[in-house]
């Protein structure tokens, strides 16, 4: 019971750590890299740096999926082994 009762913490910990990166982790890239670095270091123009941050934000949700994806695949199979040892 304990150890079940402790997977799922682990593993709501684990989500709600990938839900906040996915939330301010692609608006906060989005922003930044607007002012900074496409409008700030390239002198880019307002439309073009929309459109190229907006693509820093995409690709920025894909990796922190792809990142969650393999969390929870490496924690599931280590789960999967630990009961099975039992």
Do not use: C
Request: aromatic share 18%.
């Amino acid at each position: 019971y304990f150890r079940n009762e402790g997977s799922l913490t682990s593993t709501l910990r684990t989500l709600l750590f990938f839900t906040a990166l996915m939330i301010t982790l692609p608006v906060g890239l989005y922003f930044s890299s607007k002012a900074y670095i496409f409008e700030g270091s390239l002198g880019m123009s307002d439309r073009d740096s929309y459109f190229y941050a907006a693509i820093v934000a995409v690709v920025t949700v894909h990796v922190v999926l792809a990142l969650f994806v393999y969390v929870a695949w490496n924690e599931g199979s280590r789960q999967w082994r630990e009961g099975k040892q039992d």
